[in-house]
């Protein structure tokens, strides 16, 4: 992993003033609409709207993407309730700013950070990764983020490090699905250090050039391509590092249907219905089946991670 030194500070540690002199200079350059006068760099993310990011053809499909509507309007969240149209009708009470980012665990930079330092400073990309839910159905989806790996380097994790675990958000107040046991909350994921650092990782905060809607995981979530939808955590307000692996929910909420892995694999069946094929969301009837490829179509990519691993036992 690179080592940088950090250009975060973790918010305990530096004077308050210095945030709120920052924050009230960029919202008056915003409120007098010079936006465009601040460096890139400084810039925070705004609340909705455009992104400034490059496309970056090398890691995306050449498939067509999804269109937003059906991207945006076909959701799991549970924590907005477990309908598909659920998240799109409900996940308006989600407040996105101010947002912060607990980091904890096995690294030499700890701390809370606002969002506008975790993003400072990195360059957004565009990558059109196809995206698979382990209910079968897929779609092609143009997310605006940046690699996961130059986010978790400046934590200069230690080497103990082995996983990184993340935590969604819990407050039942925004969140009305929480108010249900339907799952444990908060929701948790975690992934191996190798894949949390391997560049098709993504930390995302858009998609289609603007900012995330609020039922696609607005404002910081994980995109993980090769793996089932599942370890893609929305809304995240925790990094963890750590020696053992992480829990993760859907794997505490039923064990034998869901493992830490997570891998596509068409050769293995969810134990209630087969991945050998998928449905493409928005495609015409008769060409929506197709079959799933082995890791999402990202083997060549991520195969090597897993050599010596039995995918079957570790689904
Ligand atoms: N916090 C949280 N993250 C989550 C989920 C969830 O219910 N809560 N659902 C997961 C599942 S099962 C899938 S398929 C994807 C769906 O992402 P999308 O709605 O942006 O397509 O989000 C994943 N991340
Ligand atoms: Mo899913």
């Known amino acids: 992993m690179p080592t940088r030194v950090p250009r975060i500070a973790p918010s305990e540690i530096t004077p308050p003033e210095v945030y709120f002199n920052r924050r009230t200079l960029i919202a008056a350059a915003l409120a007098s609409g010079a ?13 909705s709207g455009a992104l400034s990011y490059t496309a970056n053809p090398r ?11 059906e991207i945006a309007a076909y959701n799991n969240f549970y924590e907005f309730g477990t309908d598909k149209e659920s998240p799109s009708e409900n996940a308006h009470s989600l407040r996105t700013r101010p947002w912060s ?15 506008e330092d975790l993003l400072e400073g990195q360059a957004l990309e565009e990558r059109i990764y196809r995206f698979r839910c382990v209910e079968a159905w897929s779609l092609v989806v143009p997310w605006v983020g940046f690699p996961l790996s130059s986010l978790l380097a400046r934590f200069k994790p230690t080497s103990r490090a082995k996983f990184v675990e993340f935590t969604t958000l819990y407050d039942p ?12 909350w908060p929701y948790l994921e975690g992934l ?31 995109i993980v391509p090769w793996k089932y939808g599942f370890k893609s955590i929305k809304s995240i307000v925790k990094i963890g590092f750590s020696a053992a ?27 209630r219905w087969s991945q050998a094929t998928e449905r493409r969301i928005g495609a015409p009837f008769l060409a929506a089946r197709r079959p799933t490829l082995p890791f999402n179509g990202y083997a060549e990519q991520v195969a090597s991670l897993y050599q010596g691993m039995d995918l079957r036992r570790n689904f």
């Open 59 to 69: 890691y995306s499909v050449s498939e067509q993407p999804n269109k937003l509507q």
């Open 101 to 115: 980012v607990q980091v904890y665990g096995e690294a030499e930079v700890r701390g809370t950070f606002h969002l």
């Open 192 to 222: 191996r250090m190798d894949e949390a650092t391997h560049p098709l990782t993504l930390m995302v905060v858009g998609l289609y050039g603007r900012v995330l809607p609020n039922q696609d995981g607005a404002p910081l979530r994980l």
């Open 35 to 47: 936006s465009a006068l601040l460096p890139a760099a400084e810039a925070p993310l705004p609340a």
């Open 245 to 271: 692996q992480p829990r993760n929910t859907w794997n505490v909420s039923a064990p034998g249907e869901y493992g830490f892995y997570a891998n596509v694999n068409p050769q293995v069946d969810h134990p």
């Open 173 to 184: 107040q925004q969140m009305p699905g929480q108010r249900s046991r339907v799952l444990n």
